[in-house]
């Protein structure tokens, strides 16, 4: 079945520490999306991925970066930088033009520990 | 600016009663779309339901369907026979074209179906 896979599924991390959040999805989409929840909030963008080798800033980037180098998938690194990283982060995927909506992953728990 | 905005944080309904959810937007754009998401507790959002901005008739899936009303900006969610599995935050979003597809989520509604 087409979807999109996140892992892991809970993450924790030290204090000056990177780690990676990985996004895989096999729906043929061009676009990705990563997304910060935090506990009773919305979600925030963080970057996003029209086609591959290409990438922007969403609204809260800082802190964060990420690569697009095959279609398929679409990683983010919470840096050492983000001085608030513990939130539930969602990666979504569209076909063109977001028209017919975004299939999301089932998310990642980080906290830092 | 283009904006979405859920006015409710949280409401409750009956189990097997019909609860409408609150939705306005504001674009000057004509060419756009609207979405609700639902995100139970596992968090998994899950695309409900989805509203083309050219077409009058308001969409419809099983029990639920939309209240589109274009000149006033509003689409609001209604859920018919509520189920205990309905309990979940609902989001209302919108994909506004201005050169580029840009998509905004509201605040989102947390409803608690009560047995």
């Known amino acids: 079945d087409g979807g999109i896979t996140q892992s892991p599924k809970y993450l924790f991390r030290k204090e000056g520490q990177n780690v990676t959040l990985s996004c895989e999805q096999n729906l043929n989409h061009d676009a990705m999306y990563w997304y910060r929840q935090d506990p009773g909030q919305g979600l925030r963008l963080i970057y996003y991925s029209q086609i591959v080798n290409d990438f922007q800033k969403g609204d809260i980037a800082e802190g964060y970066s990420v690569s697009r180098e095959k279609k398929e998938s679409f990683p983010l690194t919470v840096t050492s930088a983000q001085k608030n990283p513990t939130a539930f982060y969602l990666c979504a995927s569209s076909g063109t033009g977001d028209i017919y909506g975004y299939t999301f992953g089932s998310g990642t728990r980080l906290t830092v520990v | 600016a283009q904006t979405v905005t859920q006015s409710q944080p949280e409401m409750s309904v009956q189990e097997a009663e019909t609860v409408t959810l609150s939705c306005t937007y504001d674009t000057s754009e004509n060419n756009y779309y609207l979405f609700w998401y639902k995100q139970p507790p596992s968090r998994q959002m899950i695309l409900v339901i989805r509203?083309?901005?050219?077409?009058?008739q308001n969409a419809t899936e099983n029990r639920f369907s939309v209240n589109f009303q274009k000149a006033a900006k509003s689409f609001s969610l209604k859920i018919s026979d509520s189920q205990l599995g309905d309990t979940a935050m609902y989001f209302c979003a919108s994909s506004f074209f201005s050169g580029t597809y840009k998509y905004i989520f509201g605040t989102g509604t947390r409803l608690k179906v009560l047995a």
């Open positions: 509203q083309e901005a050219y077409k009058q």
